[in-house]
């Protein structure tokens, strides 16, 4: 019933000492805008980190490494019994939609008789895309299934489309004849292709004509070994794409259970097995403790601020003693006087947050736009990989204000209590 | 009147000690015996430091008597808590200040609003009675107005209607003409007998004006703490 009453009336007490009320809420603006700023910032850096992270591609697999466990020296290099394509089979057959064999390998040149400039191929296998993806991607990237169906399945950049098609044609779809560096040729269907990024294009001579620029193509892996006659050499690491509807830890556990019942014969062979998504996580762990931590340094400039809302309120009671006498004998009861004035500090943290945050939101994009101007200026062929996303923290918003509100009733209770506890009689004859 | 009227203020063998149990111990109040019917316009005049000021404290529940009894309207006023005085203090009594005491910052309306809302009435009823209240006391046309844009006399209306508010038991009025001059003074003091006269306002007068105190139903004269006499109601006033 009087809550709005309050307000008002800490709205006209605010009003009357404009100045006072601003230099009071200085410390809270100071220490909620740095806390918005530095959560802001953070969280910025961890949506960058993401947003990269995923462009180049998704970390749902594991590596597996074998090491030689050597008390003598430090270990060494595994040089023989490695991991080889028939083992990796042997463990996708035993879990069945589980793993995938995450694997990259390169035909070197193809050619073809519409396109002028040089081909390399890049194979996959997995869903990892051969080239990271931009907001240009048409179609898809080569998958999973094209390589178990051995599908001849294509995906190449930009440049090649505009040399290859003519313009106003969609080429995804559209057959393509290549020839690779054995002779061999075959008809690949176009499924998707991508604007070519800059980190190819920095390889090549400046003023290279754009005809003899080299444009990179993928194709399942193991297509790209039929026809070449090859296949995935034994390696002394391998990577497992695994089910991320799973359970991570026990799949983990499962792939280190298969490859040391594989090496239980040589007891100096050693396997590990570590999930690449939680070096993501481990990163994003970091950036939030140290956000956190130096939020709560920020946090402590609330504290030195809630004291001088304190203090001004204390001011204001002694200089409002009168007031309080005359609402006293008007029949307002001491909660009533607690009321108004703890109204009044939760008010003064309250305008002083929201300055703060709005503060500490423009602050922390004037930062974050200078971190991409300073990104597109110096590493310009990375700018298209490292996509910045300044973000502010909801969460932080929402903690600032419910901390403001909080600092407002802590700090302003005790003056608050102490105009409710004077005496009718004093507080009528104090001037 | 009559003397058939109902008892609103009833005090008996009313002490009131400061410093107690310290050596400068004071007693202020040596035990007053005072009745007040409704309807009553009564001035308690005496001499500063008489004890009239902690007297009207008491009877304005601002304060609890050391040692006595005193009813208000039947209610025993001096075993009541805090929040219980409030009470009263909102409710049946209405204060008169001799240095008017508005609200600073607060337009006339809302003072005289002010003992409403800590009576819990609505907005709307409690805008309306206000409206009410200053056109009684002729500031209708000012009811926007801060206390800085008032002149004495009309800070003082604005006071009276504000005390008003609640329709109180008693009209508690502290030297109301105090801060004025006389020309005002005189204006106010026909605005307490309006009061009195068209609304049946009980009137509790505290003067040091003896010219006043003659106006009045029944001069209550005090001094050193005592009541050292009473006219009682005399239909002969001056005014």
Redesign the interface.
């Known amino acids: 019933m009087q809550f709005i009453e309050n307000i008002r009336l800490a709205f006209t007490s605010l009003l009357a000492n404009k100045m006072r009320a601003l230099l009071t809420m200085l410390g809270i603006i100071i220490g909620i805008s740095a806390v918005i700023m530095i959560t802001t910032i953070g969280t910025s850096i961890q949506k960058t980190l993401t947003r990269t992270f995923n462009s180049i591609g998704n970390f749902n697999y594991f590596r597996v490494d074998l090491w030689i466990h050597d008390p003598e020296s430090d270990g060494g290099w595994v040089m023989d019994e490695l991991i080889d394509r028939d083992m990796v089979d042997e463990l996708i057959a035993k879990y069945p939609d589980q793993f995938m064999l995450d694997l990259n390998d390169s035909f070197g040149n193809v050619t073809t008789q519409n396109y002028k400039g040089q081909i390399i191929t890049l194979s996959v296998n997995g869903s990892m895309d051969a080239v990271p993806a931009s907001d240009h991607k048409r179609g898809r990237t080569i998958q999973y299934k094209d390589n178990k169906n051995l599908k001849n399945a294509l995906y190449v950049s930009d440049l090649f489309i505009k040399q290859y098609f003519p313009e106003g044609t969609d080429p995804i779809g559209q057959t393509v004849n290549l020839t690779f560096e054995n002779g061999v040729s075959a008809d690949f269907v176009i499924v998707g292709y991508d604007k070519l990024p800059k980190i190819y294009e920095q390889s090549f001579e400046p003023g290279t004509a754009e005809i003899d620029k080299v444009s990179p193509c993928a194709i399942p892996v193991d297509v790209g070994y039929r026809i070449m006659h090859k296949e995935m050499r034994p390696s002394d690491w391998v990577n497992i794409r695994y089910n991320a509807e799973m359970d991570v830890e026990m799949q983990r556990q499962q792939v280190q259970n298969f490859f040391e019942e594989k090496y239980a014969e040589l007891p100096k062979y050693r396997v590990t097995v570590e999930d690449q998504q939680s070096y993501l996580g481990m990163i994003n762990t970091v950036i939030n403790v140290i956000t956190i931590a130096i939020s709560v340094i920020a946090a402590i400039s609330l504290i030195v601020g809630g004291v001088g809302v304190m203090n001004i309120m204390l001011v204001s009671i002694t200089e409002r003693t009168k007031e309080i006498g005359i609402r006293k004998a008007l029949g307002a009861q001491n909660s009533a006087i607690r009321m108004q004035f703890v109204v009044e500090a939760i008010m003064i943290c309250l305008i002083g947050g929201i300055i703060g945050i709005i503060l500490g939101i423009l602050g922390g994009m004037l930062i974050g736009w200078i971190a991409k101007t300073l990104v597109t200026q110096f590493y310009a062929e990375y700018a298209e990989l490292i996509a910045i996303t300044i973000q502010p923290s909801i969460p932080a918003i929402l903690i600032a204000v419910f901390f403001s509100i909080l600092t407002g009733v802590f700090f302003g209770y005790y003056p608050a209590n102490k105009a409710a506890k004077m005496n009718p009689i004093d507080a009528l004859r104090y001037d | 009147m009559t003397l058939m009227s109902n008892v609103v203020i009833s005090m008996r063998n009313i002490i009131k000690r400061y410093y107690i149990g310290q050596p400068n111990e004071l007693q202020i109040l040596n035990g007053i015996d005072l009745d007040v019917t409704e309807g009553e316009f009564l001035a308690i005049v005496g001499q500063s430091g008489s004890g009239k000021s902690t007297l009207m404290?008491m009877i304005?529940a601002?304060?609890r008597p050391t040692e006595g009894t005193y009813f208000l309207n039947g209610q025993d006023i001096s075993t009541l808590n805090?929040?219980e005085l409030?009470?009263i203090?909102?409710?049946e009594i209405g204060?008169v200040?001799q240095t008017f005491?508005l609200?600073?910052?607060?337009n006339a309306l809302k003072n005289v609003e002010?003992?409403m809302?800590?009576?819990?009435m609505p907005r709307k009823e409690r805008l309306k009675r206000a409206e009410e209240l200053l056109e009684i006391v002729g500031m209708a046309d000012r009811a926007d107005h801060q206390p800085n844009e008032l002149s004495g006399g009309q800070k003082q209306r604005v006071a009276i209607a504000?005390a008003m508010a609640?329709k109180p038991s008693i009209l508690l009025a502290d030297e109301p003409t105090g801060a004025l001059d006389s020309k005002t003074g005189r204006m106010i003091m026909d605005l307490f007998h309006k009061l009195h006269e068209e609304e049946g306002t009980t009137i509790v007068l505290i003067t040091h004006s003896p010219e006043l105190a003659e106006e009045c139903d029944r001069i209550v004269t005090i001094s050193d703490g005592s009541i050292i006499n009473d006219t009682g109601v005399r239909l002969n006033a001056v005014h």
Do not use: H, Q
């Open positions: 404290n304005g601002l304060d805090d929040v409030s009470r203090r909102n409710k204060f200040f005491n609200i600073a910052r607060t002010m003992p809302m800590y009576a819990g504000r609640n």
